[in-house]
């Protein structure tokens, strides 16, 4: 199965099972509705996918994988509310439609994303799908990838970077955090809970950081070559921004080098593991070859 087909499907199945954990939600109305909102704003639900697809690598039955995979995109949706806001990047839209506090305001916004990132570790205490031990890890993987050494890190060096001269370390450091850090999570709770070896989890932690660094480097490079109605935003934002990027860096040519010099990282990553699935391999890619 081609992983565009694969995506396809497995995006169907999970957005049917989010749109009714968000829809059961027992709260305020204009809440509820700003939370349905950002959920259901067209994402292409890349990270629930990548854990459901490392999970079938070594396991077959889904249920048990929902509601991680959920609660894994509640806190990305709550990200991206929260880093669109005038505090920080001051965006106007989200994948072509207007930002939460433009559909609504500050405050709710505000609020709805409070709501996401709470009610996503509610959803994994409260399942009965997974047992104690399990709860445990994937609370606790959660909350170092979205917390203050992971994703709110990356997102912080990212501010404080802005109008600055980075170094590619430094631009690895940063997207390894803001962006590389859910990523991983997402391989490492899959692969941990469809039954994966800690030899394996640790060689596809491997594979997930560069898969982290692939998806940050095409997006910059997306930046400026790309076209603004597939990408839902404007192209040259970065730049208009001041931003330290990739091509900014190293030139269009040399980070298109990059990206493939990680992407072949990202495959040896996997033979290292001794996992053949074609899917995880077709990942690596997409992501590098997407244009939105």
Do not use: C
């Not at 049917?16 to 809440?31: I, W």
Request: hydrophobic share 40%; no cysteine; glycine share 8%.
């Amino acid at each position: 199965m081609k992983f565009t087909t694969y995506m396809e499907e497995r995006r169907d199945l999970f957005n049917s099972r989010l749109t009714a954990l968000v829809n059961g939600l027992k709260s305020p109305e204009q809440l509820k509705s700003s939370i349905v909102y950002s959920i259901e704003a067209g994402g292409k639900r890349f990270r629930p996918i990548l854990m459901m697809a490392a999970f079938e690598t070594f396991h077959h039955e889904l249920d048990k994988v929902f509601v991680p995979a959920a609660s894994l995109e509640m806190i990305h949706t709550y990200s991206l509310i929260h880093d669109d806001l005038p505090a920080m990047d001051d965006d106007d839209y989200r994948r072509g439609k207007p930002t939460n506090h433009k559909q609504y305001d500050e405050a709710t916004a505000i609020l709805a994303g409070d709501g996401l990132l709470t009610e996503a570790f509610h959803l994994i205490a409260a399942t009965p799908l997974l047992k104690a031990e399990e709860k445990v890890f994937v609370m606790k993987e959660l909350a170092k990838a979205a917390g203050p050494e992971g994703m709110v890190a990356g997102q912080m060096l990212d501010l404080d970077g802005e109008h600055k001269s980075l170094t590619i370390e430094e631009m690895n450091h940063i997207h390894l955090l803001k962006t590389g850090q859910l990523i991983r999570f997402a391989v490492r709770v899959g692969a941990y809970l469809g039954g994966a070896t800690p030899p394996q989890i640790e060689a596809l932690d491997d594979y997930a950081t560069s898969l982290g660094l692939i998806f940050q480097i095409q997006d910059d490079i997306l930046d400026v070559v790309g076209n603004q109605d597939t990408l839902g935003k404007p192209i040259g934002s970065d730049e208009l921004a001041d931003k330290s990027t990739y091509p900014k860096i190293l030139g269009l040519d040399g980070a298109i080098r990059h990206k493939l010099e990680v992407m072949e990282k990202a495959k040896e990553a996997l033979r290292q593991a001794n996992i053949n699935n074609g899917i995880l391999f077709e990942i690596i890619d997409y992501l590098g070859n997407r244009d939105h």
